[in-house]
């Protein structure tokens, strides 16, 4: 039997070049591809520096409709939308909060590690979370 693998999820922005800002510059994500594709459209994808084992990559939209403007930093009702992971919370928070990202709680310990939730530039709420390691 074929397999299925989640390739990209869609964010949507105000602004292709604030999208990458964010990604690139804030979370550290690597530019994977950015692609004119004529009438002011890009095809733009960020991902993770693991993304050889299967890291997750988002496709940066521009919002293009009203609709679309509408949803910008709600794509998921209010809910924790995006999951970052990361090897070293503390760390990886002091860099997003010097870049200007804020955290809406103080670090938390649950079961599967370290998390709080912070939102990106456009309102959308994002879990970074230092993932618990388990012993084998």
Request: glycine share 12%; charged share 20%.
């Amino acid at each position: 039997m074929t397999s299925v693998r989640l390739a990209l999820t869609t964010l949507v922005v105000p602004d292709y070049d604030a999208g990458i800002a964010f990604c690139v510059d804030a979370l550290g994500f690597d530019l994977i591809e950015d692609s004119d594709m004529g009438a002011g459209k890009r095809w733009v994808v960020v991902g993770g520096k693991d993304g050889a084992r299967g890291g997750g990559r988002l496709l940066i939209a521009k919002a293009a409709n009203d609709a679309q403007i509408a949803a910008i930093g709600n794509q998921t009702g209010g809910r924790v939308g995006f999951f970052a992971h990361t090897d070293d919370f503390a760390a990886t928070q002091a860099r997003l909060v010097d870049a200007g990202v804020q955290f809406q709680e103080q670090p938390r310990h649950e079961a599967y590690g370290t998390v709080a939730v912070f939102s990106d530039p456009f309102g959308n709420r994002w879990d970074l979370i230092e993932p618990k390691v388990l012993s084998q």
